[in-house]
């Protein structure tokens, strides 16, 4: 087992879990892609939405990782990434500071906001508070009431797809469209795969510590299925961006769509390694060899950001 001096640097580097950042970064891309297509990109405000997602995604890390500590969730037989607190890398004392330090970070970011786009928003600033104090309730609320009684699912969709993409792209254009509402959908249903691979991977040790995820209630070949499901519905639904409705209604009135081949073809390359991963997994089904498959996951996560990315700017 790795020797880690508590409440050091490095601890608080493995604490941050750098790898699930993946996770705050796609959303924000996505939304930024959007803005430049729609050619209402600015640089500011992009990324300060990307440092306060990245700071949540900490906060919410922190926050896990204390409260499955004092629940005593992080089991002996658990099987994943080890925790902080349980290994004794950062104190329970210290855990709560760094908490407050990640959220007050995030939140001087979210400040940084409302003073850039002073005098633009159409509501003085105040939806993009009730977003921010939404995102800091909800980053306690999940870890410590709401993943244990199978909400975690439907959380990643408002807060890892319609917030952040729309936040992102609401910031810079000062509205919605239905392309955002599309791409949020598709980054929702993408990072999902990495919680259900989690929870698959954890449901016999969720049982047995009264955590309640949908694979828990549901049954194991729910969760393969979900896993594979979610992935198949993304790509479907980023194929709207190799379609370019808009074109043919104001140029030929026709209404057969053109498209773009190369924005169609993008998300089956996720879909084919998303396939892969998803027969590893069921060839797997259960033990410490599934931590590849959620390193797999990241990976697929990434390249489908990119790809859509790609796809939107098309």
Known sequence: M???????????????????????????????????????????????????????????????DLYDYLKGTDREDRLGPERACS???????????????????SCLAGGGLLYTCRGQLPYDGWELIG???LCVLFAFLYTTIL??????????????????????????????????????????????????????????QDALSGKRTLI??????FGRYAYLGLGIAATLLSFRFGIDNDLINSVTGSPALPVNPAALLMPLL??????RTWQ????????????????????????????LSAAILM
């Open 87 to 105: 290994q004794g890398w950062i104190t329970p004392e210290a855990m709560k500071k760094g908490i407050g330090l990640a959220v007050l970070l």
């Open 147 to 204: 993943s244990y009684h199978g909400w975690g699912d439907l959380l990643v969709l408002v807060f890892f797809g319609f917030i952040p993409v729309g936040g992102t792209y609401y910031v810079q254009a000062y509205k919605i469209t239905m392309d955002v509402i599309v791409a949020s959908l598709v980054c929702g249903l993408v990072i999902d795969t990495l919680l259900v691979v989690n929870n698959y991977r954890d449901r016999e």
């Open 270 to 275: 996720y879909l084919f390694f998303h396939i």
């Open 2 to 64: 790795e020797t880690v001096r508590t409440n050091s640097i490095h601890a608080w580097m493995l604490a941050a879990r750098p790898k699930t950042l993946t996770g705050a970064f796609i959303p924000v891309l996505t939304g930024t892609s959007l803005a430049l297509a729609d050619e209402v990109f600015t640089p500011l405000p992009a990324l300060l939405c990307l440092l306060f997602a990245c700071g949540m995604q900490v906060a919410a890390n922190f926050i896990n």
């Open 280 to 307: 590893r997994m069921c060839q797997i089904r259960s033990g410490k060899e599934l931590n590849g498959i959620l390193g797999e996951t990241s990976r697929n996560m990434l390249l489908m950001g990119l790809l």
């Open 131 to 133: 977003l921010g104090a």
């Open 216 to 221: 828990v209630r549901l049954g194991e070949p």
